[in-house]
Structures are given as C-alpha cells and as structure tokens.
C-alpha cells in the first residue's frame, strides 16, 4: 500500500500565501516524480508543478514565478510554496506521487492525495 497526504490549505487573503506539504510513504522502490494539480469548480484538473527525483521542476504558466516547488527526495516529500495568490487560484490542490513497485516486475504506479482546499478570498 501506498499512502500520498496533502497538508497546508487554507483561507487566505488574495496577495497572501500559503504553503502546502505532501508526504507519500509505504510500500514502493522509489518515487520517480510527484505532481502537484489543482481542480477549480466546474473545471477541468490542472497540472500545477512537477518535481521529478532527478531535481527538475516545470511549472504551469498560471503559476511560474508565484509558486516554488521544492522535493526532499529522502523523505519523499515536497512542498509548494504559493506567494501572490490570486482568487483564481481557488481550487482543492491534489498531490500526486508516481512510484515504482516491485513484483513480477518493477512497473510505474500512480497514487494520488485527498486533496486539500486552497481559498483566496477577501
């Protein structure tokens, strides 16, 4: 089993920030990349940021140079770091954590967080 935990959202006032932390822990070989997405409502799941293991972080064009990324890969966590936020930036955050598992072979998992809800409101 595999667990992926979402923790850090809030209310907050647009210009405000707010970090957000994710945890994934239990049965895998290693994490190859976590994923951060957001879904507004009424709207499609958006990719937010990506954190691979190999150190690269690649942004939406939504949110480059309002949010930071960063991975601590003994741990298997990451946080996003949100400044500037703005009330479109609304949405439930959802970390998503790709793993490899062992059996038969070595295959490529996908598991994903509760979810935490992200509000920016006056």
């Not at 990349?33 to 957001?38: E, T, V």
């Not at 439930?92 to 038969?104: D, E, M, P, T």
């Amino acid at each position: 089993q595999v667990q992926v935990v979402e923790s850090g959202g809030g209310l907050v006032q647009p210009g405000g920030s707010l970090r957000l932390s994710c945890a994934a822990s239990g049965s895998f070989l290693s994490v190859t990349a976590i994923k951060w997405y957001r879904q507004a409502p009424g709207k499609e799941r958006e990719l937010v940021a990506t954190i691979s293991s190999g150190g690269s972080i690649n942004y939406a064009d939504s949110v480059k140079d309002r949010f930071t990324a960063s991975g601590d890969n003994a741990n298997n966590k990451v946080a996003l770091e949100m400044n500037s936020l703005k009330p479109e930036d609304t949405a439930v955050y959802y970390c998503n954590a790709i793993v490899l598992v062992s059996g038969y072979t070595t295959v490529r998992r996908s598991y994903w967080g509760q979810g935490t809800q992200v509000t920016v409101s006056s």
